[in-house]
């Protein structure tokens, strides 16, 4: 399953840096792409970040989580869009960064961040480093407080209806980043 992600992420890479550009974090209008494997509780996935940086010490960004988990084979169709839902998360987060404050290599960049998302509310902290103009790795690990809009499912739960597997979790990511050009996909 490990190789699988690995292998998924790097050829997103590989179709993402052709949009990729400079790799240290520049502070306002500073984009980056996260992607990389993830594990939520014990449940593994793929993560997608989007990083817009705001100035030298703050960004804001949203991210896509998918955990890969296997179905039942007797669910009706009902049951299998429950189970689909059960098994993303899409969230808002802020981060502050302190590589300029600590003043760090611009290779580096410890962050941490505050996250809202569908089903859970938590926080982060994380550090990249840049091989790179163009690519770099992150390491990130995080907590989820509470649920937000959906509460939280205990592991042991027998529900069939949705489960919220993020809430009150703890997850770690690691993978690539890629910068991307701020001018050819201008302010939103």
Not at 12 to 36: E, T
Not at 46 to 62: A, H, K, M, P
């Amino acid at each position: 399953m490990i190789k699988k992600l690995v292998f998924v992420s790097l050829l997103c890479g590989v179709i993402v840096s052709s949009k990729a550009y400079a790799q240290a974090f520049d502070g306002s209008d500073d984009r980056k792409i996260f992607l990389g494997p993830t594990m939520v509780g014990d449940k593994s996935g793929i993560e997608l970040q989007v990083d817009d940086g705001l100035s030298d010490l703050v960004s804001t960004g949203g991210k896509l989580i998918f955990l890969f988990i296997k179905d039942a084979e007797n669910l009706d169709e009902f049951d299998r869009t429950a189970s689909a839902f059960s098994k993303f998360d899409l969230a808002l987060f802020l981060r502050f960064h302190f590589s300029e404050a600590l003043k760090l290599s611009e290779k580096t960049d410890p962050y941490l961040g505050l996250d809202l998302s569908l089903k859970a509310i938590g926080a982060h902290i994380g550090f990249k480093y840049n091989f790179s103009e163009t690519l770099g790795i992150y390491a990130q690990a995080g907590h989820a407080f509470s649920g937000s809009f959906w509460s939280a499912t205990p592991d042991n739960s027998d529900s069939d209806f949705i489960v919220n597997r993020f809430a009150k979790r703890t997850n770690i990511s690691l993978g690539l980043t890629f910068s991307i050009q701020s001018g050819s996909y201008g302010r939103y």
